[in-house]
């Protein structure tokens, strides 16, 4: 019951209510991945009201603002507070050039860090050559590339083959997320695991590290 308010109620751009059911679901004991699931939902629907013209531009950027207050409730709650970050490795993430949803990214790189990874955060519309760099310069294993847009299929196939050209795609794990992909861009980027879940991003990371 309470799930489905919190999905319509950011669904709506109802601020008032996504805190009030956030609030609630806290003290309920309710795990903060499942409130972030529902919220993501709740984007589904804003996505789908904005392709239909029923919202415009303010409508995605109010859901930003209303999911930005559910993160700091969360975060306030402590339970994305890191531990031992650094312990299990570096992890270079970003999101690919032509792309600025930054949500699942943060989401990712919380929880990255929660379960004890450096994260190397490049930010939003990073170019191709940014992630090489960045492996280059950290040494990371693993390169996490959320992507929400269309549009920015051809910089993550680009990505993957600075890696290529540069010798280095055998030293380096690729992982693909955000709403935008798939199995079929996974293969055309020619990356190694993708998902739509920011817990899996945890459990590609680890897999890519395990020392045999
Ligand atoms: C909020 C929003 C915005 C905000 C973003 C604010 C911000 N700081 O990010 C703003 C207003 C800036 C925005 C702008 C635009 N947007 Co917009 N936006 C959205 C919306 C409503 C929600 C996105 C979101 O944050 N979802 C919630 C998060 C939590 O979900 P997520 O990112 O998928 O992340 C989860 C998982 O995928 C996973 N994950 C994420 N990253 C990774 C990485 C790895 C490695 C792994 C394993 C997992 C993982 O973990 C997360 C938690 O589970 C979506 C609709 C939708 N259905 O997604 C449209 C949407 C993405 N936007 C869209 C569009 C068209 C635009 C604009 C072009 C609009 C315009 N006319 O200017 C611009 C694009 C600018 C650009 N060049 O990027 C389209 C894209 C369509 C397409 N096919 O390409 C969508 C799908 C809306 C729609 N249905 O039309 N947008």
């Given at each position: 019951m309470d799930d489905e308010r919190l999905v319509k109620a950011m669904g709506d751009l109802d601020e008032e209510g996504v805190i009030a059911c956030v609030k609630g679901m806290l003290s309920a004991g309710v795990e903060p991945l499942r409130i972030v699931e529902l919220c993501r939902e709740g984007f589904e629907i804003v996505g789908r009201r904005y392709e239909t013209r029923e919202y415009f531009l303010s409508g995605l950027i109010i859901s930003d603002d209303i999911f930005s207050n559910v993160l700091d409730m969360l975060d306030r709650s402590g339970c994305f507070r890191p531990s031992d970050e650094g312990r299990m490795g570096k992890v270079v993430l970003g999101a690919p050039l032509g792309d600025v949803h930054d949500i699942g990214k943060a989401i990712v790189a919380q929880l990255l860090r929660f379960s004890g990874f450096e994260v190397i955060d490049l930010g939003?519309?990073?170019?191709?050559a940014g992630f090489l760099e960045a492996v280059m310069e950290s040494g990371a294993a693993v390169v996490g590339i959320s992507t929400l847009?269309?549009?920015?299929y051809e910089s993550l196939r680009e990505t993957v083959l600075d890696f290529e050209r540069e010798g280095l795609r055998g030293n380096v794990k690729i992982m693909l997320g955000g709403g935008a992909v798939s199995q079929r861009v996974c293969d055309y980027a020619g990356a190694d695991a993708w998902s739509r879940d920011a817990g899996d991003a945890v459990k590609f990371a680890k897999m890519f590290t395990e020392k045999e």
């Open positions: 939003v519309n990073v170019r191709p847009i269309t549009v920015a």
